[in-house]
């Protein structure tokens, strides 16, 4: 038999972080309100506790939401007999995600809110997609983690400036593969040092 009080539940709490993902658009990530959170579903602020424990556990959510997604991307990005080719669509995957939604970048990534640490179970989608983008790096060439830093630096710093100095265009988005080109540049020239 169906739980239709469970699948009502679940529709609600859809509907509030559907709600919340919109007001974070508008107002800024740290700008999510409660009360207008409650008042653009059509409840008391108070009845919102009614589905999550706080307003963090809200954020946790979207987090959450967002942290899925992004990893089910990279999953479908694929691997050929190609590691460069990979990788190089994977950072264009992790570009377009970024631009689509740029408070959603914003929680993911940048980290706006204080005191605000995603739950492990929350935070463990992006652990795994980090960790495929480190295959990716060492089937590329790439093995010390200081590649892996570099890499997420150069790509993060490519879709702050976007985002921050050209939304909605493309200035910062033409360069990534330029940047990618010197990147794996960069790696070659280090892996030629090693065989000395």
Known sequence: MR???????????????EAAAALIREHGVAGLSLRDLGQKVGMRAQSLYSYFDSKDAIYDALFA?????????????GVSDDPRAD????????????????????????????GFEPAPESFAPSVESLELIRQRLV????????HLDLLTGLIT?????????DPGG???????D????????????IAKGRSR
């Open 3 to 17: 739980d239709r009080r469970a699948e009502r539940r679940e529709a609600t709490r859809v509907e509030i972080l």
């Open 170 to 176: 493309d200035r910062w988005y033409r360069l990534l």
């Open 139 to 146: 089937a590329a060439g790439a093995d010390d983690d200081r």
């Open 178 to 189: 330029e940047a990618l080109d010197m990147y794996f540049d960069h790696i070659d020239r």
């Open 87 to 114: 990788l190089r669509r994977a950072t264009h995957v992790f570009f377009d995600f970024c631009l689509e939604d740029p408070a959603r970048y914003q929680l993911l990534i940048q980290r706006p809110i204080p």
């Open 157 to 165: 710093g490519l879709v702050d400036q976007q985002i921050s100095n």
């Open 65 to 77: 939401e967002g942290a899925r997604e992004f990893l089910r991307r990279s999953q479908d990005a």
